[in-house]
Each structure stands twice: as C-alpha cells, then as structure tokens.
C-alpha cells in the first residue's frame, strides 16, 4: 500500500478506539463502585496481564487470517469502549488515580496496541488481496508487545496499590 493508505489506516485505528470511549460515555450510566485494597501480588501482576494480553493476542491471532482485519476492528472499538469504561468509574472514585492510570495507558499501553494493530490489518488485508507481505518482523513484535503489556501489569498493580 502507499503512505496515503498507511495514514488512513492509523486514522481509521484511532477513530475506532475514541469512538469506543465514546460510545461508553453514552451508554453506560456510571455507579458508585469501590476499590480493594489488596496492593502488589503477583497474582495481581497475572490477572492484570491475563486481562489486558488477550486483546493482543488476538489481533496478533487475527492478522494470520484473510478476515482477521474486520475481527481486528471490532476489537479495537471493544478496548476502546472498555477504556472508556475505566474513564467513567475512575471519574467517580478518585481521579488522581484516572490521571496516573490514564498517563501509563497512553505512554505505554495505546502505543503498543496501536503498532499491533495497525501490522495484524495491514497483513491480514495483504492475505486477502493475495499480496506478498512478509511475516518476518511479526513474531517477533508480539515477543515485544507481550513485554510491555508485562510492564504495563507491574504498573498498574503498583498504582492500584497505592490508591487501594
């Protein structure tokens, strides 16, 4: 594809993921909720992983496949809404600790899934225009991307401590 395509691409990415915070907003009416107070542990570290891996997982999964660009999509918008979930209930419970959680998911986090995301679609529409893109470097970006969604775990389990 030409850099013009490769543009619109991010675009139409990022577009998805705010129309899913969006969409969060306008649907869910936000409640009161509480916090545990459990601090680190790496059982915490896994379940924060394990909830924040699977969604690449599967774009990473969904990219070796000719419709995995349409499944990419909907996972997306579906992280996005879920973001802007955390948004709405971190709104009413403390927002110093929205402001952190939110600097470490745009620093670290959207960066990650958006370079997977944009790689799984671009190799995905490739298979199904039947051009030749080389799975190369895609394997290994999901070596990276699992590493940062690690570090991603260790930080929020550390900011949840100290807010708990």
Do not use: D
Not at 5 to 12: A, M, P, Q, V, W
Not at 34 to 50: A, E, N, P, R
Not at 156 to 164: A, F, H, N
Request: no cysteine; aromatic share 18%.
């Amino acid at each position: 594809m030409r850099k013009n395509n490769n543009n619109r691409l991010l675009t139409i990415i990022i577009s998805v993921y705010v129309a899913g915070i969006f969409s969060a907003f306008l649907l869910v009416k936000p409640t009161t909720i509480s916090l545990s107070s459990g601090g680190v542990s790496i059982w915490g570290i896994i379940q924060t992983f394990s909830l924040n891996y699977w969604y690449v997982f599967l774009i990473w999964l969904f990219g070796m496949s000719i419709i995995g660009y349409a499944l990419n999509i909907f996972i997306i918008y579906f992280r996005g809404f879920i973001y802007g979930l955390l948004i709405i209930f971190l709104i009413k419970i403390n927002f110093s600790y929205l402001l952190l959680v939110s600097l470490v998911e745009i620093v670290i986090f959207i960066p990650v899934f958006f370079v997977l995301s944009y790689q799984s679609i671009m190799l995905s529409y490739s298979r199904s225009s039947n051009n030749r893109i080389t799975i190369n470097g895609y394997n290994k970006l999901l070596l990276v991307v699992t590493i940062v969604i690690f570090i991603y775990s260790i930080l929020l389990e550390i900011i949840g401590g100290m807010y708990g």
